[in-house]
């Protein structure tokens, strides 16, 4: 790099790779990896909530374990906003990592698969396998880019639900998330509580709070501003001519949000990543350099357009929609819920769990809630996983002997 006296000065681009996709979605084509495959629309089309329709959705998931005679022993895990199918498993071709929840699922963890038939889709709208923006729409052999329509928690529910006939699974074990996995979970309890023996929504909420909506909304127009964004048209651009560079600041945006000051200053204080560029406007802090990472990890491995639709689908959650209000629809579980609250967690802080407990227990539902103290911020349902599985593990232990 140059000094920054003498010739060119360092831009912002140059902080990223130049051959960054158009999109990181997985295309037919691509190693399958782990997933399996289901179409589940037999021909009709997939009625939405907000309204509008898709002529056919495929799901990708995948399993861990096996599913007994009586098809009541799975659990359905449900992942946050980047997230997949591959919740456990190693790395390798279709999978450039290994499963984001490895740690909790397998035989002896919190979610035995020597017990268990385990289960993990790809959300709808998503970008790994399943139905969604860069899917190819059949009523014009092109990708749906921004004609995917708005979904919600709820349509994801009722895709899950039929994945599950599918799979022959009578009733869940259990249903279990965090983040937006937590709100399918609480959606659950509500849309099909004969057909789940009990829930795990972790740090998650009954309804985006205003903070939460705020903090969606900058991100989205941070990606939608970027020129090479088009409209959401951009599928058929060269390496370095997509949206990288929103979906990169969205994504660096989010993961500020996290994770909290504490691990950052712990990890990386007022460091500098590029010394010899410290008076450039463009140099960079290992901050920086960590956001960057984060940023360009994600475009390598995700659809900008689902992006927004699954982001959006997260601020319409809401669980008192049509029912009444939020404490109205939380009196209505009927099944055992174990929620869980990260101290430092300021996205989906305590007090959010914290009324998920209170209006359950108040409208005389079973609700326990744990408190994991952890400085890793929201991301400690994805980190803490000894300090979460033996809750889970202990949890399901009492749901399984109270529904004998």
């Not at 999978?95 to 709808?124: K, M, Q, S």
């Not at 749906?144 to 009578?170: I, W």
Request: glycine share 14%; charged share 20%; with cysteine.
């Amino acid at each position: 790099m140059k000094d920054h006296d003498h010739g060119e000065r360092l831009g912002p681009a140059d902080r990223f790779s130049a051959s960054l996709p158009a999109s990181g979605g997985w295309k037919p084509g691509d190693p399958v990896g782990e997933r399996q495959f289901v179409t589940i629309t037999n021909g009709r089309p997939f009625a939405l909530e907000g309204g509008g329709s898709l002529p056919e959705v495929t799901v990708a998931y995948e399993t861990w374990g096996e599913l007994d005679e009586s098809g009541t022993n799975a659990v359905l895990v449900c992942h946050a906003l980047t997230g997949d199918s591959h919740a456990a498993g190693d790395s390798g071709p279709g999978h450039p990592e290994e499963g984001w929840w490895d740690d909790l699922i397998g035989p002896g963890r919190a979610l035995d698969t020597d017990r268990y038939f385990v289960v993990c889709n790809n959300v709808l709208g998503g970008c790994q396998g399943t139905t969604g923006p860069s899917s190819i729409d059949p009523g014009t052999g092109r990708p749906y880019g921004s004609s995917f329509p708005t979904v919600t928690m709820r349509d994801q529910v009722r895709v899950q639900a039929e994945l599950g006939n599918r799979l022959g699974v009578k009733h869940w074990s259990t249903v279990i998330g965090g983040s937006m996995g937590g709100m399918f979970a609480l959606e659950w309890a509500l849309m099909y509580p004969e057909r789940v023996r009990s829930v795990i929504p972790l740090a998650t909420t009954a309804a985006a709070s205003s903070l939460q909506i705020a903090w969606s909304a900058v991100g989205r127009l941070a990606l939608v501003n970027d020129p090479n964004f088009n409209g959401g048209e951009y599928y058929e651009a060269p390496d370095g001519k997509g949206p990288w560079m929103g979906l990169a600041v969205a994504r660096q945006l989010a993961q500020v949000t996290y994770r909290t000051g504490e691990v950052f200053e712990r990890r990386f204080g007022r460091e500098l990543f590029d010394p010899e560029n410290e008076f450039d406007l463009w140099g960079r802090f290992q901050m920086e350099s960590y956001l960057d990472h984060h940023g360009q990890k994600l475009v390598r491995r995700f659809d900008a357009n689902s992006y927004l639709v699954l982001n959006r689908a997260m601020d319409l959650h809401d669980v008192g929609r049509g029912r009444g209000g939020i404490d109205a629809a939380l009196a209505q579980m009927s099944v055992p819920v174990l929620t869980a609250s990260i101290t430092s967690d300021v996205l989906y802080p305590p007090y959010q769990q914290e009324h998920l407990e209170r209006a359950i227990i108040a409208g005389g539902g079973d609700c326990r809630r744990v408190v994991i103290d952890s400085p890793e911020g929201h991301d400690g349902f994805l980190l803490e996983h000894e300090k979460l599985g033996v809750h889970i593990a202990a949890f399901l232990a009492a749901a399984e002997r109270q529904g004998d």
